[in-house]
């Protein structure tokens, strides 16, 4: 696929994308296309971001990542967003920034168990 | 209008590109490391400059963003973004949280710069361009 712009990695029926690079706009508007058309292609049941080398996330970032969110959610399937930095937390809620459609988890491990959790649910 | 001067400042990065929004905050973040601000303010002061950055470049197409060091009784990081873009025509609109013009955004911009920042000023005139200043205190404990 010509557009990706971040490496993903399939595991069961999951995708995991560890966020490597420095997210400006059009990359993350990219990775948008990117995430939405694997899940799609490979069956995907559930997103998992990991923020945790990003330092900067501003509004828009922060309301693109919601956007896919709520997207993935249409075509069936959940996003968890798991190691966001504690002073990346702490901007975001004070700018009043609120994510809708997100799962948020510590680590992998718990991005896991909660999107396990969140399939017995729905 | 308030005239910014450049040799007033420090630093200066000319917003032209949507990646000088990334230029943009990953200076102010080095600048702000290297006057020892704390990783927590280092994070607000450059997530304000995005927001800052972002409005030039969307809303003026280009600008600058200037960047001193205040010395007085306590240092102080000041940031003007200044453009001479299509300006704001209902300021005090524009600072409130929730108002945008485009879509794709939560209106967060401005106000949240103003959340994040210890004092914030901003003069707008249609058809001649926007200054905003912005600046943050270095807390020592």
Redesign the interface.
């Known amino acids: 696929m010509k557009d990706r712009v971040v490496t993903t990695i399939k595991l069961y029926n999951y995708l995991i994308v560890p966020v490597q690079i420095e997210l400006d706009d059009s990359t993350v508007e990219a990775m948008q296309r990117q995430i939405l058309s694997e899940i799609e292609e490979k069956a995907i049941e559930g997103v998992i971001i990991d923020v945790s080398l990003i330092d900067i996330l501003d509004s828009y970032i922060s309301y693109s990542l919601s956007e896919t969110a709520i997207m993935a959610k249409m075509m069936g399937c959940d996003t968890v967003i798991c190691g966001m930095q504690p002073h990346v937390a702490l901007t975001l809620a004070q700018m009043g920034v609120n994510m809708r459609g997100i799962i948020f988890a510590q680590d992998l491990e718990d991005a896991l168990s909660k999107l396990v959790k969140a399939r017995e649910h729905s | 209008m308030r005239d910014i001067k450049m040799e007033d400042y420090d630093m200066l990065v000319k917003i032209n590109d949507?990646?000088d929004?990334?230029v943009a905050?990953?200076m102010v973040?080095d600048f702000a490391k290297r006057m020892g601000f704390s990783?927590?303010d280092?994070?607000?002061i450059?997530?304000a400059v995005?927001?800052l950055a972002?409005n030039i470049f969307r809303y003026a197409g280009s600008g600058f963003i200037y960047i001193r060091e205040n010395t007085g009784e306590e240092k102080e990081i000041e940031i003007a973004a200044v453009d001479k873009g299509p300006g704001i025509e209902n300021v005090e609109a524009a600072v409130e949280?929730g108002f945008t013009t485009s879509k794709?955004?939560?209106g967060?911009?401005l106000?949240?710069v103003r959340?994040?920042m210890d004092s914030f000023f901003i003069e707008s005139e249609v058809n001649r361009g926007t200054v905003v200043i912005v600046t943050k205190r270095r807390r020592t404990f």
């Open positions: 949507e990646r929004i990334v905050r990953q973040k990783l927590a280092i994070t607000k450059s997530t995005s927001e972002r949280a794709g955004s939560l967060l911009g106000s949240g959340r994040l």
